[in-house]
């Protein structure tokens, strides 16, 4: 098609924010029109980034990097040609003429209005200005920095009734967003209370709710569990209790007032500004009323993406939710239509099928209840945190694969700080043992593999002495020894490592004394050294293998060799043997090892000895 200047028209397609819905649309839309070079992709927001929501209580309780919830909108668009990344704020929608006004004016061919949602006050006194919120990048960043901030001050704060408001942290609304910050804060402030040498036991956590119970659409075995782990972390648990005010020192909740300088207000959303003040049918709070092909019905070349949907589907009850996976079954059902339109095909209505929803609680323990229709899973626990994981990288593999998806992996495992991901420390950064796990296992097999076969030789000739040389096979003492290798082969010439002149002499002069008889046989040191080392090496070897006592098990490893080289008997593979002893000392047991669960248990028992305490004599 061509304008009266012989150029191309261009269908301009707009996506009004950034957001799950807005985003997703717009990749879907580039993908089926990559071809198509008559249609140009515009995506507008106010940021230049892509916040993930749904992760904010991570960065607001310090679990992860500021910059781990956020995705650069031209970084998602790079391989796109067809899609241009436009910074602006859209203020009013001109439907009749096509068009929206920023700081400047956008024509539009199709438009999807994916402008998500905002905090709702219902009225209550005081919220808008006393609360806290927590529904943007920026809100995270702030909390974040008014938790430390009332740390800070209430480690100098002399006065108790202060200081209690101080560390009395209050969130208002038990849904998914409150629950699921309330309890990253409880972890947030036992690291808060080390730093500024604070008593745990003097702050207080409170989640509260006007409906009768926390998390209500979730079955109720799972909310009992969610009763139960906040509780085990010492949150106060509020329900069925109207809140009716919100002031700078406090909220009131039913009859009593809680006394705290932080309340957090996750109690509701409605519709952005934008989408409240346009000029279509809204339902619920500022939701826009779409048909099933998620179409304004005044207007077919406008459609309706993310939290700004209100549309109930057929044959249910409500209107779909205000959740993520709603914005990821519209966008492709919007781009197909808007293709459709353009190619003048069939569209298709929406009949989303959602797979349930979960919440963390914390870093390491949550709650989901997923499936199919009729066919859904209750899980708690590590489960549950690994279907969230799982479903946060198919989602981030969606917008900027597998960049983002490592990246997430580095922030959620790799990059914690103080254990806080639902496989605690193993996998953490700030030890380099991971890459020594295949290591130790490997070392530990094989000492394991050698120390079986010697002991199998004793069981059938217990007179039968192998660990040491035999003065009959070789008088000299030189290279050439009659050794049971460190492999474990039976008996046979092998060339051992040399032994200097020095160290050759006092070894001999040592086993002289203790092992060899005057005629040239062993003494019974020589059977006691042969069972101790074998038993040592069968020992040492399941000790790497469990990753137990792994730093003196390495030390033993590497003795063990030491000892094997000065007796002359040493064949060459001894010198890897040493090698992986020695970088097995750090500590690799903490990766996937029993040195994970014991040693903490065994350090925290030795600081609470007198004598310890006294001289300084552990480490945190």
Not at 339 to 368: E, L, Q, W
Request: include cysteine; proline fraction near 4%; charged fraction near 20%.
């Amino acid at each position: 098609m061509t304008n009266p200047q012989g150029e191309i028209d261009m269908k301009q397609i707009i996506v009004l924010g950034g957001g799950y819905g807005g985003v997703l649309t717009a990749k879907k839309l580039a993908n089926q029109l990559r071809k198509h070079k008559d249609v140009q992709i515009t995506l507008i927001d106010r940021k230049p980034y892509h916040t993930l929501l749904t992760e904010l209580h991570e960065v607001a309780a310090n679990r992860v990097e500021e910059d781990s919830i956020k995705i650069d909108l031209k970084k998602i668009f790079s391989g796109f040609r067809n899609v241009k990344v436009v910074l602006d704020e859209i203020n009013g929608i001109n439907f009749d003429n096509q068009t929206l006004q920023g700081e400047r004016a956008y024509a539009y061919d199709y438009l999807v209005i994916g402008t998500g949602s905002k905090p709702t006050f219902f009225g209550i006194a005081g919220a808008d200005r006393h609360a806290l919120t927590l529904w943007s990048y920026e809100d995270a960043v702030r909390l974040k920095e008014h938790t430390q901030q009332m740390f800070r001050r209430a480690a100098k704060e002399r006065n108790p009734e202060v200081r209690k408001e101080m560390l009395t942290f209050v969130v208002v609304g038990g849904g998914f967003t409150g629950v699921e910050m309330i309890g990253e804060l409880a972890e947030f402030t036992v690291e808060l209370c080390k730093e500024f040498y604070m008593d745990p036991a003097d702050v207080t956590l409170h989640v509260v709710d006007m409906v009768d119970k926390i998390l209500p659409i979730l079955p109720e075995q799972l909310i009992r569990k969610a009763e139960k782990r906040l509780r085990k972390m010492g949150v106060n648990i509020i329900t069925g209790s109207k809140i009716t005010e919100v002031t700078e020192h406090g909220v009131r909740v039913g009859e009593q007032e809680l006394k705290s300088r932080t309340v957090i207000w996750t109690a509701g959303v409605e519709g952005s500004d934008l989408a409240g003040n346009l000029d279509v049918e809204q339902k619920g709070r500022k939701r826009i009323l779409t048909n099933e092909k998620l179409q304004v019905p005044t207007h077919n070349n406008v459609y309706v993406v993310g939290d700004n949907i209100f549309y109930i589907p057929e044959g249910a009850a409500a209107p779909v939710p205000q959740m993520v996976e709603n914005a990821e079954l519209a966008a492709p059902i919007i781009a197909h239509n808007i293709v459709a339109d353009i190619k003048h095909k069939p569209m298709k209505a929406y009949k989303p099928t959602f797979h349930g929803t979960m919440v963390c609680i914390g870093s390491r323990y949550g709650v989901a209840n997923v499936g199919l229709p009729g066919k859904m899973f209750r899980l708690s626990g590590l489960p549950a945190m690994a279907v969230k994981h799982l479903i946060n990288m198919v989602y981030l593999f969606q917008v900027c694969g597998f960049n983002k998806v490592y990246h997430y992996i580095l922030h959620e495992f790799i990059h914690v700080r103080n254990n806080r991901s639902f496989v605690g420390g193993h996998f953490a950064k700030r030890s380099p043992n991971f890459w020594l796990f295949p290591l130790r296992v490997f070392t530990g097999v094989m000492w394991f593999l050698q120390g079986g076969d010697k002991m199998l030789k004793m069981m059938d000739d217990p007179n039968h002495i192998f660990l040491l040389p035999s003065k009959w096979a070789d008088g000299t003492s030189g290279a050439s020894v009659v050794a049971d290798e460190a492999a474990g082969s039976a008996q046979a010439a092998v060339t051992a490592l040399p032994v200097p002149d020095f160290m050759k002499s006092m070894v001999d002069w040592s086993m002289d004394l203790m092992f060899y008889n005057a005629d040239g046989g062993f003494t019974w040191l020589a059977y006691v050294f042969q069972a101790s080392m074998v038993g040592a090496e069968i020992i040492v070897g399941l000790l790497l293998i469990a990753g137990l006592f792994s730093a003196p098990a390495a030390v033993v490893s590497v003795a063990m060799g030491i000892m094997v080289w000065v007796s002359g008997t040493a064949p060459t593979e001894m010198l890897w043997y040493l090698a992986a002893g020695i970088a097995l000392i750090g500590g690799s047991g903490s990766t996937l090892g029993l040195d994970y669960y014991v040693l903490p248990r065994l350090k925290s028992l030795w600081k609470k000895l007198p004598i310890v305490r006294r001289w300084y004599i552990y480490t945190d």
